[in-house]
Every structure is written in C-alpha cells, then in structure tokens.
C-alpha cells in the first residue's frame, strides 16, 4: 500500500525470524506431550496430578497467546523527509503534559519534559503545549512561566546545533567541548546556554524553599489562598506564539471539588482535549507524562508519517512509542527497561494491529477521542458532546480575556 504512493512515508518490513519460530514449534511440541503424558497416566498419581495438568495446561495457553503476539515482528521505517513535498501544509499537534503534586514530581522536572516538547524539529506554529497541573500550584506555574523566558534561548540553540537530546538536564549531563574539539562560537554559545539553564534551576530551587515562590499579584494573584483539592478552573496562557520560534505554552488546573471524583490522570487528560480542542484544536495530539522526555526530535514527524501516510485516516487511530528509562542498572539485571515488553512484544504487535497504549509517549488522532471534529459534534447520536457546552465558551473566552 505505500509503495503506491509517489512520496512513501514509512514502509513495515517483516523480520527474519525462522530460528525464533523452530524453537517455539519444539517448545509447542515439548508442551503437548507433558501435557498427553498428564492425562494419560492422571488415574495413577491422582488429585496432585490433576492440579499440575491445571497448572501448565493454563501455562500453555498463556505461553501459545505471547508466541503468537511475538509470531510477526516488523520493523517500521519512516521517512521524515518526505513528509513537507507530500504535505506542505503540516497539520498541527497539541502536546500534553500531566503533573500531580510539586513534591513528588518536582517542578523542574516537568520543565524539562515541557522544554523537550518545545524543542522538538517541527514548526513552532503548528504545535502547543498544554501542561495540566493537579497540584495546583503556583510553585508549578512559576517554574513554567520562569522556563518559558529559557525556551527561547534553549529551543534556538537546539535546532541551530541539532542537538539530539532535548531536555537539558539529560544534554548538559555530557560536557561536548571537552570530548571533541567544537568551534568556538558553538563553544561560547553553549556555555552561556549552561549558564541559563543553572539560573533558571537555582530560581526554581530557591522558590520552592520559600512559602509561596513570588509575590501572589497579577497573573499569580488566582493562587493566594487556593485549596488544592477545592478551587475552580485555572488557565494561562504563559507562551503566545507571534514572532518568536516557540510553541504555545498553556497552564492549566483543572477544577476540583471534594465531593467529586476527579478521576486522575483519566480526568486531566479529558480537561486537556477539552481545552485544547476550544484554544487550538490539533488533528492529532501527544500526550507526555512529567517524568519523560522525548529522547528524539524527529518524533512529531517519524509519528506523522504513519498517521497521515494512510490510504484511510480510520486505519490507524494512534501511534504508541517504547519508553526507555535512563540511570538504569549495567545491563538491567532487574529487567527495568522493559526489553521484552518494549522489544520483542511490541515489535510482534506492531506486525498485528498494533501495540496498546500505554498511558505516554503516544500520538493520538484527535477524532479517535471523542469520535467526531467540534464541527460535527450535533451529530454523535443525538447527543450534544461536550464542545457545544455555552457555560464552558463562556468561561472560556473569559478566561481568554483576562489572562
Ligand atoms: O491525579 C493525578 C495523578 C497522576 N497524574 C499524572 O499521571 C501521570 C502518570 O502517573 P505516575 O504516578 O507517574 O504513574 P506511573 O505508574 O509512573 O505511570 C504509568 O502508569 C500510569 C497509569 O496507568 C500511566 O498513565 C503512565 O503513562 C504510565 O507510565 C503523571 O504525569 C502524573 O502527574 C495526574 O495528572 N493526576
Ligand atoms: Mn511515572
């Protein structure tokens, strides 16, 4: 099928597995005939045979279900590069980013996952970024108002150089002037990058040491005296994209009340459609956990490809991407990275229909979530969805205006 089209965007190949396939054909074979052997002589050994047949015939199943999830491993190739002379117009992408508590998930943590989205290699005014804070926290709204001054410089400096790793506490981990011998503007500039970055964290550090992190007025005025567990809605808007190369930056807390459930993640994921849908209403959107990074500035794109390179959009709803955790343990003894799951399973799936999502790093189409673009909503069976809702244009616009 994309081998029809002028421009392929991705291709799946299959890989070569016959050695894999022989030895879980024996393995099959080895586990029928435990599992003959079992029945046959079951009268002589009695119960505790019967219970051994139960145990490994429910092995077997399980076994025969991962062999078969494994059976079609592919290999996706995508080419980015042909994504502009196919698709000059580039559709837009709303990224979302959920943060829940200031003290567990300290804020500069969330900056620098916020910063990586922002840096990524796709045109600035194609994206936003939303960032939904259940914390409510004006620590959090600081950090990201503060980091948002440091886009500017930190998303310039990225694409000039290419940097590949975009969350600067991963980049500035390697001190590159040393290990090679870089030119001395790319030297100067990245020092002085360093040095904004180690102001902007000992700002963050040094507000979270204090009571509040600035004066609560003007735009910081919402939090004085806010309860984080009962407050009405929050929206900012920290970064408009008018003539600088960085992507919007959105603030939001959703509203909590006592008596009702919030529903964690769940609910913040459903304010950050909503909202977005009304602010920027993307076609496709990210969804990013604090605590993870993109590790890759092709993502926007290599996801792109496989999302509008479809004969029909109702092919493919979303593109789920493998985590991989860092500080992990000399050849992951423990099993933390998740190789099997990440690897050999979603390499097999993906030769299916597809792994599951799983919670972050996945594209989604936005229709996929609620079924229908705002333009069609009077159409979902009668029912009014939530984007016709006046009380919420409202409050919207309102918001809108006053930020
Ligand atoms: O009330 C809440 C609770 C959590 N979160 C956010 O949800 C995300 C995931 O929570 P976390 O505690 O980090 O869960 P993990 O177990 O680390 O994450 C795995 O499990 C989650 C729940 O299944 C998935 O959402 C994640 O994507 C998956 O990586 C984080 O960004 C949180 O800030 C909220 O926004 N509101
Ligand atoms: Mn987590």
């Given at each position: 099928?994309?081998?029809?089209?002028?421009?392929?965007?991705?291709?799946?190949?299959?890989?070569?597995?016959?050695?894999?396939?022989?030895?879980?054909?024996?393995l099959?074979?080895?586990?029928?005939?435990?599992?003959?052997?079992?029945?046959?002589s079951?009268?002589?050994?009695?119960f505790v045979?019967?219970?051994?047949?139960?145990?490994?015939s429910w092995?077997?199943?399980?076994?025969?279900?991962?062999?078969?999830?494994?059976?079609?491993?592919v290999?996706?190739?995508?080419?980015?590069?042909?994504?502009?002379p196919?698709?000059?117009e580039?559709?837009?992408?709303?990224?979302?980013?959920?943060?829940?508590?200031p003290?567990?998930?300290?804020?500069?943590?969330?900056?620098?996952?916020v910063?990586?989205?922002l840096?990524v290699?796709?045109?600035?005014?194609?994206?936003?970024?939303?960032v939904?804070?259940?914390?409510?926290?004006a620590?959090?709204?600081?950090?990201?108002?503060?980091?948002?001054?440091?886009?500017?410089?930190?998303?310039?400096?990225?694409?000039?150089?290419?940097?590949?790793?975009?969350?600067?506490?991963?980049?500035?981990?390697?001190?590159p002037?040393?290990?090679?011998?870089?030119?001395?503007?790319?030297?100067?500039?990245?020092?002085?990058?360093k040095a904004?970055?180690e102001?902007?964290?000992?700002?963050?550090?040094?507000?979270s040491?204090?009571?509040?992190?600035?004066n609560l007025?003007?735009?910081?005025?919402?939090?004085a005296?806010?309860?984080?567990?009962?407050?009405?809605?929050?929206?900012?808007?920290i970064?408009?994209?008018c003539?600088?190369d960085?992507?919007?930056?959105?603030?939001i807390?959703?509203e909590?009340?006592?008596?009702?459930?919030?529903?964690?993640?769940?609910g913040?994921?459903?304010?950050?459609?909503?909202?977005?849908?009304?602010m920027?209403?993307?076609?496709?959107?990210?969804n990013v956990?604090?605590?993870?990074f993109v590790?890759?500035?092709?993502?926007?794109?290599?996801?792109?490809?496989?999302?509008?390179?479809?004969e029909?959009?109702?092919?493919?709803?979303?593109?789920?991407?493998?985590?991989?955790?860092?500080?992990?343990?000399?050849?992951?003894?423990?099993?933390?990275q998740?190789v099997?799951?990440?690897?050999?399973?979603?390499r097999?799936?993906?030769?299916?229909?597809g792994p599951?999502?799983?919670?972050?790093g996945?594209?989604?189409?936005?229709?996929?979530?609620?079924?229908a673009?705002?333009?069609?909503?009077?159409?979902?069976?009668?029912n009014?969805?939530?984007?016709?809702?006046?009380?919420f244009y409202?409050?919207?616009?309102?918001?809108?205006?006053?930020?």
């Open positions: 099928m994309a081998n029809e089209i002028p421009f392929p965007l991705y291709h799946k190949n299959a890989r070569k597995n016959t050695i894999q396939r022989a030895l879980d054909t024996t099959l074979f080895l586990l029928i005939s435990l599992l003959f052997y079992r029945l046959l079951l009268k002589t050994h009695g045979w019967l219970l051994a047949l139960l145990c490994e092995f077997t199943f399980f076994w025969f279900l991962i062999v078969n999830a494994k059976w079609n491993p290999d996706i190739k995508t080419y980015p590069q042909s994504l502009e196919r698709f000059p580039l559709p837009a992408v709303d990224m979302f980013v959920t943060t829940a508590d003290v567990r998930e300290p804020p500069i943590m969330t900056v620098n996952t910063l990586s989205l840096a290699d796709y045109p600035a005014d194609k994206l936003a970024c939303y939904s804070d259940d914390g409510c926290s620590l959090t709204f600081y950090s990201l108002v503060e980091s948002s001054k440091f886009a500017k410089l930190w998303v310039r400096f990225c694409k000039k150089y290419k940097v590949q790793v975009r969350a600067p506490f991963r980049y500035f981990l390697e001190d002037i040393s290990t090679s011998a870089p030119n001395l503007e790319f030297k100067e500039e990245w020092e002085k990058i904004e970055y102001h902007l964290c000992l700002k963050i550090k040094e507000a040491r204090k009571s509040a992190p600035c007025t003007h735009d910081f005025a919402v939090f005296n806010i309860e984080t567990s009962n407050h009405p809605t929050i929206i900012k808007i970064g408009e994209n003539e600088e960085v992507p919007h930056l959105v603030y807390s959703r909590k009340r006592p008596k009702y459930p919030h529903h964690f993640k769940a913040a994921m459903n304010v950050l459609s909503r909202v977005s849908g009304l920027t209403n993307a076609p496709f959107t990210l956990d604090c605590d993870m590790n890759n500035p092709q993502v926007v794109r290599q996801a792109l490809c496989q999302l509008v390179g479809r029909s959009e109702r092919d493919m709803g979303f593109i789920q991407y493998p985590q991989c955790f860092y500080n992990a343990t000399k050849d992951d003894p423990y099993g933390n998740m099997v799951l990440m690897e050999y399973m979603g097999g799936l993906a030769g299916l229909q599951p999502y799983s919670g972050t996945c594209f989604h189409r936005r229709k996929v979530i609620y079924g673009w705002p333009g069609n909503a009077a159409s979902i069976n009668g009014i969805p939530f984007f016709n809702s006046i009380l409202s409050y919207y616009a309102h918001i809108h205006y006053t930020c």
